[in-house]
């Protein structure tokens, strides 16, 4: 059972701003939402993850709605770099169940 | 710091040979050690997990097989490559709780 929803494609001008959606209405109160990246012929890279609070490092900023079920991540300047396939992944921390599963993600096509 | 490397980058087998692929991490202690492959134009798919020295668990059915002779030293094997076994296999660790998983660069194998 897909625990996540993304559309599967999306595109943006560079320099601009990327917000990619992601849908996860049965999320439980103990699972984190994650999202990773995979550019094409690499493996995947982290970028983000959260709880409940809106989460911002040095790649993206999360946002996670009040109830939880939809987020957004957003790289605030899009670069052609960015590039990828952006996989929203819910887990909880720890248990037989912690692994991270990987779905279709949301391919995003950054254009000059 | 902390780096994960597989090897070999691209692997060509025929079919009914055997396969040994490794990965190695360093700068850690008892991590959790991951082997997903992904065939071509599909999603990454876990393959192995193992929490510790010799203890392998697999997620599906399949011509392959894990060991873990070394804290930091993780094995995929196969006695018989199958046509089915083509794809891009990586590895990944964590130290487990709710942190990323970082990945290797992974290996392409073609089996023909």
């Known amino acids: 059972d897909a625990k996540t929803t993304q559309p599967p494609s999306m595109d943006c001008a560079e320099g601009r701003a990327a917000n990619l959606p992601c849908n996860h209405s049965?999320?439980?109160?103990?699972?984190?939402v994650y999202w990773y990246r995979q550019i094409h012929s690499q493996g995947p890279q982290y970028i983000i993850h959260?709880?409940?609070n809106n989460e911002t490092n040095e790649m993206a900023s999360l946002i996670i709605t009040e109830d939880r079920k939809s987020s957004t991540l957003i790289l605030p300047h899009a670069t052609l770099r960015d590039t990828a396939v952006y996989y929203c992944?819910?887990?909880?921390?720890?248990?037989?169940?912690?692994?991270?599963?990987f779905g279709k993600g949301i391919t995003l096509s950054v254009r000059p | 710091s902390q780096t994960i490397h597989q090897w070999p980058a691209t692997l060509v087998q025929p079919v009914g040979s055997p396969l040994s692929l490794e990965c190695t991490v360093e700068?850690?202690?008892?991590?959790?050690l991951y082997w997903y492959r992904q065939a071509a134009g599909r999603g990454l798919q876990l393959l192995f997990y193992?929490?510790?020295?010799?203890?392998i668990s697999s997620e599906v059915p399949q011509n392959l097989s894990a060991s873990r002779p070394q804290d930091r030293q993780f094995i995929l094997s196969s006695k018989k490559l199958l046509l089915s076994d083509s794809g891009f296999y990586l590895c990944?660790?964590?130290?487990?709780?709710?942190?990323?998983?970082?990945f290797g660069s992974g290996t392409r194998l073609t089996v023909v």
């Open positions: 990944a660790w964590s130290v487990g709780g709710i942190y990323g998983y970082t």
């Open positions: 049965t999320i439980s109160g103990n699972e984190y």
């Open positions: 959260g709880l409940k």
């Open positions: 992944i819910v887990r909880v921390a720890s248990g037989a169940n912690s692994k991270l599963t």
């Open positions: 700068g850690t202690s008892n991590p959790n």
């Open positions: 193992s929490v510790g020295i010799g203890q």
